[in-house]
């Protein structure tokens, strides 16, 4: 892999995956802020294959939210962005994840999980909970909204597992896509590219209702 010891120290890589879909200021502003606070080297963004925890809605093609996110973080030299999710067949699971990026980058790289906090909660139901402490560590960063005590994670191992208060940022891929559908705008939520880049494709415009629970 490309990470070897850098500074006199192990490379220390965040992993940010999501649907991006599309990609927001929320999501930058949390890589942004992990990266800061846990002195990371890079933080690798991984939109997922299938998103199997929110079926029941249209997701785009991977393509267009790859795209999306490389235009989005093209900018920072610390950002960059892996198709292993989306290259790989069926649904996508952290621990692949995981391993894919370990497989690529080597052993002599720490990795550092970026969550939602809501997400983090729910950990162990995810498939490989097991392994995936010995993965990595995982940061859960709270949104606004929702607030997240300790009692919710005292049931995961706390050297594993950190919270993160990241600036609030009120956005999420709902909204925007939400917005697109009612033709209000999205400039200032998403990177100028990402509002060029949805007009250009079209997407969003057929967005009906969406089901608040799928956030
Ligand atoms: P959707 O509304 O479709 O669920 P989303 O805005 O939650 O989309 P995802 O792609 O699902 O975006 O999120 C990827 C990761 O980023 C998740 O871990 C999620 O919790 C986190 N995240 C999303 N929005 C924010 C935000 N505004 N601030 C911090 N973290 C966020
Ligand atoms: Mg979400």
Redesign the pocket.
């Known amino acids: 892999g490309l990470a070897r010891v850098h500074n006199g120290r192990r490379y220390r890589l965040g992993v940010?995956?999501?649907?991006?879909?599309p990609?927001?200021?929320?999501?930058l502003?949390?890589a942004s802020e992990v990266a800061a606070r846990f002195d990371l080297d890079e933080v690798v963004f991984v939109p997922?294959g299938v998103?199997w925890q929110?079926k029941g809605?249209k997701v785009s093609q991977a393509e267009d939210r790859y795209l999306m996110t490389v235009i989005a973080t093209a900018s920072n030299p610390s950002f960059s962005v892996s198709r292993v999710d989306i290259d790989r067949r069926g649904d996508t699971y952290t621990v692949d994840t995981l391993k894919d990026l370990r497989r690529e980058r080597g052993s002599d790289v720490d990795l550092f999980f970026?969550?939602?906090?809501?997400?983090?909660s729910h950990i162990l139901s995810w498939r490989g909970a097991e392994e995936l402490f010995d993965l990595a560590h995982f940061i859960g960063?709270?949104?606004?909204g929702v607030p997240l005590g300790a009692k919710d994670i005292s049931h995961l191992p706390a050297e594993k597992v950190t919270l993160l208060e990241?600036p609030?940022?009120?956005?999420?891929?709902?909204?925007?896509?939400q917005r697109v559908g009612e033709n209000m705008p999205i400039w200032y939520l998403v990177p100028d590219g990402i509002v060029q880049y949805i007009n250009k494709r079209g997407l969003y415009r057929d967005n009906i209702t969406?089901n608040p629970e799928?956030?």
């Open positions: 940010m995956g999501g649907t991006f879909d990609i927001h200021h929320g999501h502003v949390a997922t998103p929110k809605r970026i969550t939602g906090a809501d997400a983090l960063v709270s949104r606004p990241v609030a940022m009120a956005i999420s891929s709902t909204d925007c896509r969406t799928d956030h």
